[in-house]
Structures are given as C-alpha cells and as structure tokens.
C-alpha cells in the first residue's frame, strides 16, 4: 500500500515519522509523492504548538474529506491524538487515533496483526538517517516529569523516561 506522512511540530515528531516511514517501508509498503496517492495518510501531530495543532487539525478535516470520493484510511498520531483520542475519530473524521507512546499500532492497524508492546525507544526500528550526512538523530530520552504550569507536555507524552547510556552507544 502506498502511505503518506504529515509531521507537525517538534524535532520529536520529527523523528518518530522517520522511524514510522522506514518501518512501513520494511513492510513492504511504499512512500506516496503526494496525499492524494496514498492509499494511508498518517498525521503525526502536536499539542504542545497551538498554531501547529490548528494547522494539523485543518489538515486532519481536509484530508478526511477526501474519504467520500476514494478508499482513504487516516491515521493521527502523536500528542494531540493522546489528548482528543476518540474525539479525532468522531468529531474530525479519523479512522484511528494513536498517542504518541503507543506509534507501534501503526503496524498492527495495517498487518493486522496483534503485537506485544515493543520498547519505547526501540520499538520500531533503527534511528533513521536524515540524508546523505552521516548523522541519524538517537533518541535518549522521552517526557518529562516538571509539570510546568504552562505546559502540556508531561500530560501528552508521559512523564521523563530515558535511555541508559550504553544503549544511546551502541
């Protein structure tokens, strides 16, 4: 199947669609040149950046627009799918909503297959490459447990969990 992948907001969701790309590729699936070739858009969005969540959730109505004129299934993933959930499929016209700890869903939606939960960090893959540099983003460490009163984050992805460094090595 063909797929699309739509990344809004920070370095984090960045790289989550990176690894969430190179898996499905693993898979056998393919990477769409544009929204309307893909037969799969994934939505990899944010909560922490009000303009990006209102961006990603004017893409979000766009694309689920297109459902009535072709087979489409949307996937939104990341922060805002942690905070709206179900409320993406009901009210915004997703097919699934996944939080951002829980990417690895992904495969289970288009296998079908059952998964038992992988690592956080490791869970789907290698660390992709970002080019012809040679340099890969690593994730070391996922959260945070400051609970700052104008922030989001601790909320939508979890409290700090990190890496030891071995791991980061290796």
């Not at 769409?32 to 969540?53: G, P, Q």
């Not at 942690?82 to 499929?89: C, P």
């Not at 009901?90 to 990417?103: F, Q, R, T, V």
């Not at 869970?123 to 009163?149: D, H, M, Q, W």
Request: charged residues 25%.
């Amino acid at each position: 199947m063909r797929f699309f992948i739509r990344t809004y907001g920070c370095q984090m969701n960045i790289y989550d669609s990176k690894v969430i790309e190179r898996r499905l590729i693993e898979l056998g699936h393919t990477r769409a040149n544009s929204l309307d070739d893909a037969e799969f858009v994934i939505v990899n969005t944010c909560s922490v950046r009000e303009h990006a969540e209102k961006r990603a959730l004017g893409q979000i109505r766009q694309i689920a627009s297109q459902k009535k004129r072709r087979k489409l299934t949307l996937i939104v993933i990341g922060c805002m799918a942690t905070r709206l959930g179900d409320k993406l499929i009901s009210e915004y016209g997703a097919d699934y909503s996944i939080g951002a700890d829980k990417l690895w869903q992904i495969e289970e939606i288009i296998t079908g297959k059952k998964l038992t939960p992988p690592d956080l960090f490791t869970g789907l893959g290698t660390p992709p490459e970002t080019g012809k540099k040679p340099i890969s983003y690593v994730a070391i460490s996922r959260g945070c447990s400051n609970f700052c009163s104008y922030c989001i984050v601790p909320y939508v992805r979890g409290p700090l969990r990190h890496r030891k460094p071995d791991e980061i090595i290796r």
